[in-house]
């Protein structure tokens, strides 16, 4: 039995929201389409898993489960505080930086606030201002998939609240240069937030990498730079995220709008201890990055147009609507993201998966022009 719902007991900004395209999980997908999945390739997971040193200690500190965690996360805090060269009391975590977003929004955005990003975008960047009454703006990539460095620097000069966006991007793939960066610093009112997410920072090909957490520092602009272990540490079910601010007050205020104790106590063991495993880092960065230049240059022989990636996925054009195109690979066992945000309908993103999956998912991707790969 269901009961309707008030007409305005939800808020207008809340109901207009769209649902959230989250991956399928894997026993969902074995329920929906009865086979199992050959490769799951839809989420930006990492195929080889967190360090085994990470799984011992979340195991270890199963056994102390009945108290709850340190609050103020301060071991994990300390060992991304040594990782970085930030202050302690500059960093935040969370329940996956998704929860910071949000704790981030909730503090300082007020209805009809105006929030800058660029497009494709990762949803929450958007859809969690939305949600407090904010009006977004969504700036495009340049034609080459540079950033929009130009564009950019005309907004700021109406002091937007916050400017948030990710690099390298998720979904389009590319990291932005220095220049470009520095010169958006540089432009920015020191009224506007700049929310820098690098949820794939760690991929970033080695002549590509500057210190993006220095230049902000040395602006001296209200900035928090985002982070996560759900992508290259592999512990995206674990759900730790963390943030690092230009100042503590901001850290002060993100406590208070964050979920208190929103990082238990077995994602803070296996946080601290993926990041002290840097062995296990360098195979999965190698790992993704000989995939995704591989994957990249067989779908570009397929026909299919590829953004350049600094990451571990690819964004590509099928040439269809993307939602047909992957529910095809999914009858195949193979689950990929189409995109659904206008005006790329007819991209999809795929993640790299073991050296195996994708040669599955390559297998099941039709050619449709070009040479043979
Ligand atoms: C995956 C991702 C995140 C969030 O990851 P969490 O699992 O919540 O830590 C944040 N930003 C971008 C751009 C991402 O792709």
Redesign the pocket.
């Known amino acids: 039995m269901t009961h309707p719902l008030p007409d305005d007991l939800i808020r207008k900004d809340v109901r207009d929201l769209p649902e959230y395209n989250a991956g399928l999980a894997l026993d969902r997908f074995r329920d929906a389409y009865g086979i199992d999945c050959v490769a799951k390739l839809d989420?930006?997971e990492s195929p080889l898993g967190p360090s085994p040193r990470a799984i011992e200690v979340m195991r270890e500190a199963a056994k102390g489960v009945a108290r709850y965690p340190d609050a103020a996360n301060t071991a994990l805090r300390s060992a991304i505080a040594r990782s970085t060269g930030a202050e302690a009391d500059r960093i935040i975590v969370?329940?996956?930086?998704?929860?910071l977003?949000g704790a981030l929004f909730r503090a300082t955005i007020r209805a009809g606030d105006h929030v800058v990003t660029i497009c494709p975008s990762?949803g929450?960047?958007e859809f969690g201002a939305l949600t407090f009454g904010a009006r977004v703006t969504k700036l495009p990539f340049e034609a080459d998939w540079s950033f929009p460095v130009e564009t950019i620097k005309a907004e700021l000069r109406s002091a937007p609240r916050i400017l948030i966006f990710?690099s390298p991007?998720?979904p389009a793939g590319p990291a932005i240069c220095e220049n470009a960066f520095r010169a958006i610093v540089e432009a920015a009112d020191p009224a506007t937030l700049i929310c820098f997410?690098e949820?794939?920072v760690e991929f970033i090909d080695p002549q590509h990498r500057f210190d993006a957490l220095g230049i902000l520092a040395a602006s001296g602009k209200p900035h928090i730079v985002?982070r996560?272990?759900?992508?290259a540490y592999g512990l995206?079910g674990a759900?730790?995220?963390y943030g690092i601010a230009s100042a503590p007050a901001m850290i002060r205020a993100l406590m208070k709008t964050r979920n208190p104790f929103g990082v238990n106590a077995m994602a803070a063991a296996g946080a601290i201890e993926a990041l002290a495993d840097t062995a296990h880092l360098d195979r999965v960065l190698q790992c993704a990055a000989a995939e995704r230049d591989r994957v990249a240059a067989a779908l570009t022989a397929k026909g299919y147009p590829c953004a350049p990636s600094q990451t571990n996925f690819v964004f590509f054009d099928t040439g269809q609507p993307a939602n047909e195109f992957a529910e095809g690979l999914r009858r195949a066992g193979i689950l990929i993201k189409a995109w659904q945000e206008a005006p790329f309908q007819t991209w999809a993103r795929v993640t790299m998966g073991t050296a195996a999956e994708n040669d599955a998912f390559l297998a099941a991707v039709p050619q449709i022009s070009g040479k043979v790969a």
């Open positions: 989420s930006n969370g329940n996956g930086s998704e929860d977003i990762f929450l960047h990710s991007s998720n997410d949820a794939y985002l996560t272990f759900s992508k995206a759900r730790v995220g």
